[in-house]
């Protein structure tokens, strides 16, 4: 009996690495090569609200506004009101307050079926466009891909990532940036401030059903075993970058959906770009994107990939300054 058991822990094993080695050469074959940082022809431009084309700038051009916030949307034509409503009118008042403060909203509509663009617009009408910017995507790329469009064609010394449903109050961009001038001095000019709703666990564990907080526990010891040891919460949607570390690691990004991120957060820990995590208020709103299990289960494969594809050489961290 003993030899039998040693003989079948012995298979299990082998079975076991066997199985690990086919994944990694599987995600090492599938594996794109380079981020994708192509663009249609029409994504070269934002439109107006004149309905004019007006050419994007580069994140590698000199900033030109202190803040850039950048929104990601795919069909939020309902919840994309509210959010722009309240950042508004927050950036308009400490313009006010704060003459040398300047900002832009850039709304990247991924690919959407309904009237985010034209929801988006009317806010360029009333601001005018170099206050609020609209980039239409031709089609669908993913949360992570919409931002780094975004993100790329973002003028500010500080680039603030906040979703379209607007769950973080938008006022708490001032502890994000607390959270980011607490990491001076900046090595590089780079740093992260990443909001965080750790701190509200146990309430949204009260109110989730106990598959829910399986895989949501599940989910954080796989991003803690395989890519991010230091943050609690890496999926909060509001993020704030400095530029030079919006430029490093958004253009070594190969993620372009969910799990972003994470590789963000990964890229950012292997260039030792400081990250500093801020608690803000955050309620959930209905209506989300986020398929529970399904997109649960796609984290975890890219989750997986995104490590093996690091360890395998597959994908590489750029190491010189960017220009």
């Not at 909203?105 to 690919?111: A, L, N, S, T, W």
């Not at 980011?180 to 909001?195: H, K, N, R, T, V």
């Not at 106990?210 to 991010?228: E, I, N, P």
Request: glycine letters at 6%; charged letters at 25%.
């Amino acid at each position: 009996m003993a030899m039998e058991a040693a003989w079948l822990a012995q298979v299990t094993v082998a079975l076991a690495v066997a199985g690990l080695v086919l994944v990694a050469v599987i995600a090492h074959m599938t594996a794109p090569k380079m981020p994708n940082l192509n663009r249609h022809k029409d994504e070269k431009y934002f439109v107006t609200a004149e309905g004019k084309k007006e050419p994007v700038p580069s994140i590698h051009d000199p900033p030109a506004r202190e803040l850039s916030v950048v929104v990601p949307s795919y069909n939020e034509e309902e919840r994309l009101p509210s959010m722009m409503n309240e950042a508004l009118q927050y950036l308009e008042k400490r313009q006010i307050q704060d003459p040398a403060f300047t900002y832009e909203i850039i709304v990247i509509d991924d690919g959407s079926r309904d009237q985010t663009t034209k929801v988006a617009l009317k806010y360029t009408q009333k601001y005018g466009s170099d206050k609020v910017r609209v980039l239409t995507l031709v089609k669908n790329r993913g949360k992570g891909g919409a931002v780094r469009m975004g993100v790329l064609s973002s003028r500010g010394k500080k680039i603030l990532m906040a979703d379209a449903d607007g769950a973080t109050k938008f006022e708490d961009v001032e502890k994000v940036e607390k959270g980011l001038e607490s990491l001076q001095p900046w090595p590089d000019q780079m740093a992260i401030a990443c909001g965080s709703r750790a701190h509200l666990e146990k309430e949204s564990i009260a109110q989730r059903s106990y598959f829910r907080t399986l895989l949501m526990y599940g989910f954080h010891f796989l991003v803690w075993f395989l890519c991010v040891k230091e943050i609690k919460d890496t999926q909060c949607g509001f993020k704030l970058l400095t530029r030079e570390a919006a430029s490093r690691t958004f253009s070594t990004l190969h993620i372009e959906r969910w799990a972003f991120d994470v590789e963000l957060l990964y890229i950012a820990q292997c260039f030792k770009i400081p990250i500093a995590e801020v608690a803000v208020n955050w309620t959930e709103i209905e209506g989300s994107k986020l398929v529970p299990f399904w997109s649960w289960l796609q984290m975890g494969r890219d989750l997986l990939f995104i490590r093996l594809r690091y360890l395998t050489g597959a994908w590489h961290l750029e190491t010189r300054k960017m220009d």
